[in-house]
Nanobody
Framework: QVYLVESGGGLVQAGGSLRLSCAASGSIYYINRMGWYRQAPGKERELVATVTGGGKTDYYIDDVQGRFTISRDNAKNAVYLQMNSLKPEDTGVYYC?????????????????WGRGTQVTVSS
């Protein structure tokens, strides 16, 4: 089993910053790719940013490019999202996600693990 625990969400004024953290635990040998999704009320969950465990490139959706920064700590199986210049439209529940990992049980790739989500509210 794999568990993701998020922290760092909260209330912030427009233009402010938040740093989201996610620590993964369980049967994890190596996380190949992980990232963050978000879901606003009444809307579909959308990808925000991803980072490979040992890769050289990050991915961001256009709406957050230049404002958000994703980073990782492989020793802690953790992923972070630094969010600057926040806008009201950034409001939503942010979910930590592991796209792919290698399990300690058999070393095989396994997919799609989700955190419970953390609320981010940006007021104008």
């Amino acid at each position: 089993q794999v568990y993701l625990v998020e922290s760092g969400g909260g209330l912030v004024q427009a233009g402010g910053s938040l740093r989201l953290s996610c620590a993964a635990s369980g049967s994890i040998y190596y996380i190949n790719r992980m990232g963050w999704y978000r879901q606003a009320p009444g809307k579909e969950r959308e990808l925000v940013a991803t980072v490979t465990g040992g890769g050289k490139t990050d991915y961001y959706i256009d709406d957050v490019q230049g404002r958000f920064t994703i980073s990782r700590d492989n020793a802690k199986n953790a992923v972070y999202l630094q969010m600057n210049s926040l806008k009201p439209e950034d409001t939503g529940v942010y979910y930590c996600h592991i796209d792919e990992l290698q399990s300690t049980a058999d070393g095989m790739p396994t997919f799609d693990f989700w955190g419970r989500g953390t609320q981010v509210t940006v007021s104008s």
